[in-house]
């Protein structure tokens, strides 16, 4: 206890000693700097920033998330190493340390009490920094207007452990720092030190690089996730490194500063083996800590959630990207949802959509045995969706930038035509990109330090390779014509990419690039005279493996079926594939896929529907026998809808006297109350027409519509004259209407 | 023995593998007492100093304060010890004042004792000014009194007059000669100047080379070194021998012309040549062979 006495009583006398040094009023100014800084650039950007905001959120939280970054990763570590530097040279300079160990003060309570007065200056800049920051933002506040949906209630509990993990985030760089400026006498050296890591550490984040032991690394890190951890720890497990760290650092320097010289520290046996005893520890700890972790299975397959919403939600289903086939059906109760699925699901992404007055949707990654949590917002119409936790945690907030995750070299040279003469060093490209991309691949890590699952990682180690393939492929297209030679053999080195994957992996079978992929290796054989499509279903027949067959043949039977021209054409392709197909399921799927288009097909008769229009009359399709009727299906929400709608208003203007066509648009939404606010503004040359819930979804499933907008031209005795027409803004929308017209004057 | 506050037993120290800077110490101060500590410059006395003050550690334990091993009793024993290592250790952004209270602070003296100390040592007009615009002198003595302020049994000075006018160091040995007799504090004070030892301490240590080569009191120091040896080159001097009065001891012929004799002091040799002079001595040279000085002097080499 007489440790702690010695202690409060250097503390205090080392108060005294730092008069004048103006020590403290350094650290409050670097902690109100960058508020200042903020505050101006906000005040006087406010206009030009202000955008439309849907989904609600805190004030604070937001501005200070953009706020922390220059904080943590240059102002306040450029502060520690500072008054570090500052502090230690008060004794250095003055011969301090002699007199302090001529006193009656334990050589740790020294030590100690300097590293306190470094600490609470963290403390001092981090609270003037959040307060400061506080003030001026609430005062910004005030003096603009600020968005009613957005929370401006000052988030005290969330300020408070934001200091606290700062703080905590700082420990690190602060004892390296401290122990560097006790240990070299010189004042320049230890900056140079801080600074020159600093810059470094700066640098390396600009290419990529993160080494998540590095001192400042831990602060940036803070910054980047200042809403904390995903799993409501208190701590990042960057901050707890850091804590490790702390306690390490502060034990081995001050037995370097007990015996002055680095000799006696590391070469006297008993002082080596406490050093080393520490720094094992303290190694272990972090590696602990460092370790990523990855889920385990769960032993059932579990979807839950919860909705913060201003509706009462019921229901959601969770449906297969591939096929559209529902897999589960979700009860909500109380916007609340906790489903075991039955069925097995392969691992793949898929989609959860929920039905409420508008449908909203969202993807997740789930396989068999996971068990996945959503926390879901939908306020005003608006979905937001947050952190999915649950054993796919990682998988599901893995997001690869881009095809290549950032620039590729290899992508640049294929289509740079130039390389055509230099093959050898294409392929030499490629292949070091891609080995180096595959060894990167399952490098992603969540705040929390989860990884994902190694069955994710095999699948993104997959997708990478074949996304390299089908850049060579189009090269060696290319090469065909420029250079045939070369590709007599395969490249040896395109040769190994090649063995990583199998043609027939039907895990990747909805990954439209491994699609892609199959079609190209099969298709390549074939050199007859036929087309694509032809060729692709031909090769895919050729397969043994039924499961993948039968996924192929379906997908690729669906969109040939869409784009056939006739019926002809329809019937000979559903008779030679449609019964390849082994797998009942989707056979009768594909069967029903040919019997909607067939319905659909040119002169079949158009599915009568009733509506309700602007008056809140009936108005069914038939009543309108006898002319032409061409209809726009859009809804309130649908972005692209609202680009179509003045081409189709202009056209059906256009035709206003022109008593043997009427126009008109369906509108799909949910809120009947939404639709009609938008209808009643738009040109009366365009009928107004609302489905109701049921009529809806007849009319979805009998012209199948998938997606919004969609055009339908019907003729006069209400038969098809095209079930899926191109945009109107595409000037032939026009000529195709006109042409109908004009053949039927004559 | 318990009447010795400080004591070393054969105290090594060496910086490097060759030389030793302390070599074989046997330091015994009595308390009470004010030692002084005589070397040339480069004897060892600051690195003794050092050691007696912990600033180097002795892994020896071969130091004694207090009667215990001063290792055991660091730090606590700076509660009773005060000390001056090397040149003074001042916050020279602080002020006069504000460095003696840094002390207090950790010494916990009250701080009405400041003002006391800063008038002993005549600083108080300067006491809010900062040390880094004070004089060499005043800079002494602000450390004088930082080392005084908690009123310790023991001082270890070194070197304290160091830089000052003689004035300052009239006062400094004034003020010490003081304290050491009203408070009884042990004073051990290190110098390369003879004659500031001669004039202040009771017992005295000589070191050169790092070996002690003398300790006692002032009173045997002059007894064995005060005395003066000279020799005389003279013409007869057998003729002269034989008139020399007997309270000249040590009388011995060196050579056919050369006697040589122990004075008790330097000063009694203008009167002695004047004697022989008066016996008809022919004298061609008159050499003082031994005195503290010169005895002091031929430690350097």
Redesign the interface.
Do not use: D, M
């Given at each position: 206890m007489s440790i702690l006495k010695n202690y409060t009583t250097a503390l205090r006398s080392e108060f005294i000693k730092k008069k004048g040094t103006g020590t403290y009023w350094l650290c409050f100014s670097f902690g109100i700097l960058v508020p200042i800084v903020y505050f101006i650039a906000s005040f006087f950007l406010w206009e030009d920033n202000k955008k439309p905001v849907n989904i609600p959120f805190n004030f604070y939280e937001k501005h200070i998330t953009e706020a922390l970054a220059s904080f943590q990763s240059f102002f306040f570590p450029l502060l520690i190493i500072i008054i570090a530097a500052k502090i230690t040279q008060i004794d250095h300079k003055n011969g301090g340390w002699q007199l302090m160990e001529t006193q009656p003060l334990s050589k740790f309570s020294i030590y100690l009490s300097k590293l306190s007065v470094l600490l609470i200056g963290n403390l001092i800049a981090i609270v003037s920094f959040l307060g400061s920051f506080v003030v001026l933002m609430l005062f910004l506040s005030l003096l603009k207007d600020v968005p009613e949906i957005v929370n401006t209630n000052i988030p005290f509990g969330f300020l408070a452990q934001l200091t606290i993990r700062i703080f905590a985030a700082s420990l690190f760089l602060s004892i390296v720092q401290f122990v560097i400026s006790v240990v070299f006498r010189s004042f320049i050296l230890p900056i140079l030190i801080g600074f020159f890591t600093m810059l470094g550490t700066l640098i390396l984040d600009g290419f990529q690089i993160y080494k998540v032991w590095n001192p400042f690394t831990i602060l940036n890190r803070t910054a980047s996730n200042p809403t904390g951890s995903q799993l409501d720890y208190f701590f990042l497990y960057t901050e707890k490194i850091s804590i490790i760290g702390f306690v390490m650092v502060t034990l081995i320097g001050f037995i370097w500063y007990q015996n002055k010289t680095f000799k006696r520290t590391f070469t006297k046996p008993k002082n080596l083996a406490k050093v080393l005893g520490i720094a094992v520890l303290g190694m272990l700890g972090m590696s602990y800590l460092l370790n990523p972790n990855i889920y385990e299975k769960h032993n059932r397959t579990v979807l839950s959630g919860t909705i913060e919403s201003d509706e009462n939600i019921s229901k959601a289903y969770l449906i297969d990207k591939f096929i559209n086939d529902t897999l589960a059906e979700i009860d909500i109760q109380d916007n609340k949802f906790h489903t075991v699925i039955k069925n097995e699901i392969p691992l793949e992404q898929y989609y959860v959509v929920f039905k409420a007055s508008n449908q909203f949707y969202t993807e997740i990654y789930m396989s068999t045995n996971d068990s996945t949590n959503m926390n879901i917002q939908y306020l005003n119409n608006v979905p937001n969706f947050k952190t999915t936790t649950g054993t796919r945690l990682a998988e599901n907030q893995y997001q690869p930038g881009g095809m290549f995750g950032g620039f590729s070299f290899a992508e640049f040279m294929i289509n740079d035509n130039s390389y055509l003469e230099r093959p050898e060093k294409v392929i030499n490209t490629i292949y070091e990109e891609w080995e180096e991309k595959i060894n990167e691949s399952d490098k992603f890590r969540t705040p929390d330090n989860y990884a994902p699952q190694a069955d994710f990682s095999e699948r993104n180690k997959k997708i990478t390779t074949i996304n390299y393939l089908n850049i060579w492929n189009s090269f060696e297209e290319k090469l065909k014509v420029v250079n045939p030679e070369i590709l007599k053999n395969t490249p040896e080195k395109i040769k190994e990419i090649k063995s990583s994957i199998s043609l027939e992996d039907s895990s990747l079978i909805t990954n439209e690039s491994y699609f892609n992929y199959v079609m190209y290796e099969y298709t390549k054989q074939d050199t007859t005279d036929t087309d694509q499509i032809t060729k692709r279903l031909h090769a895919i027949s050729k397969l043994e493996n039924k499961d993948f067959k039968d996924r192929l043949l379906f997908s690729s039977l669906k969109s040939s079926l869409k784009s056939a021209s006739d019926s002809d054409e329809r019937q000979k392709l559903i008779n030679t594939y449609g019964e390849q197909i082994s797998n009942p399921k989707l056979k009768s799927l594909a069967y029903n896929h040919f019997t909607t288009q067939e319905k659909l097909a040119k002169g079949n008769p158009a599915q009568d529907f009733v509506a309700q229009n602007l008056d809140g009359e009936d108005v069914r399709l038939s009543d309108f026998k006898g002319k032409y009727v061409v209809i726009d299906v859009w809804a309130t929400w649908c972005g692209p809808c609202k680009v179509e709608s003045p081409h189709f208003e202009r056209i059906a203007i256009k035709n206003k006297n022109n008593p043997d066509i009427v126009f008109m648009a369906v509108s799909i939404d949910k809120k009947k109350d939404d639709w009609y606010l938008q209808a009643k503004t738009k040109s009366e040359s365009v009928v107004q027409l609302h489905l109701s819930s049921k009529e809806e979804d007849t009319f979805s499933k009998a012209y199948d519509v998938e997606s919004i907008p969609r055009f339908i031209f019907i003729d006069k005795e209400g038969n098809f004259v095209n079930s899926s027409m191109i945009r109107p803004s595409q000037n032939y929308f026009e000529t195709i209407v006109n042409e109908e017209l004009n053949s039927e004057q004559k | 023995m318990s009447e010795y506050i400080i004591q070393t037993k054969g105290l090594d120290f060496n910086f490097s593998k060759s030389k030793k800077a302390v070599d074989n110490l046997s330091l015994n101060v009595p308390k009470g007492s004010i030692y002084g500590f005589l070397g040339p410059n480069g004897a060892g006395k600051s690195t003794t100093m050092r050691l007696l003050?912990?600033?180097i550690p002795d892994d020896s334990d071969a130091i004694e304060i207090f009667g215990e091993s001063l290792q055991k009793q660091l730090?606590?024993?700076?509660?009773r010890?005060g000390?001056l290592?090397?040149?003074?250790?001042?916050?020279?952004?602080?002020s006069g004042y504000?460095n003696l209270?840094?002390?207090a602070?950790?010494?916990?003296v009250d701080t009405s004792r400041i003002d006391e100390m800063l008038k002993i040592v005549n600083l108080y007009d300067d006491r809010n000014r900062k040390v880094k615009q004070y004089s060499l002198g005043m800079k002494q003595r602000l450390a004088i009194a930082m080392a005084l302020l908690s009123s310790p049994e023991i001082l270890l000075l070194d070197e304290p007059v160091n830089g000052l006018d003689p004035n300052g160091i009239i006062e400094i040995r004034k003020l010490l000669m003081r304290i050491n007799q009203e408070l009884g504090t042990t004073i051990f004070v290190s110098s390369h100047l003879l004659s500031e030892i001669e004039k202040m301490c009771t017992h005295v240590g000589i070191i050169s080379k790092g070996k002690l080569r003398f300790e006692g009191t002032m009173r045997e120091l002059s007894q064995n070194f005060g005395q003066c040896k000279i020799t005389i080159s003279l013409k007869n001097s057998k003729e002269i021998l034989e008139k020399i009065p007997a309270e000249y001891n040590a009388i011995e012929i060196e050579a056919e012309s050369k006697i040589s004799l122990i004075l008790s002091d330097k000063e009694m040799i203008p009167d002695f040549t004047k004697k022989l002079i008066d016996f008809g001595a022919e004298i061609y040279e008159i050499k003082i062979q031994e005195g503290l000085e010169e005895w002091f002097m031929s430690l350097t080499q």
């Open positions: - | 003050t912990g600033i730090p606590e024993i700076f509660n010890l000390c290592v090397e040149s003074p250790a001042l916050y020279l952004h602080l504000n209270k840094y002390i602070k950790i010494r916990k």
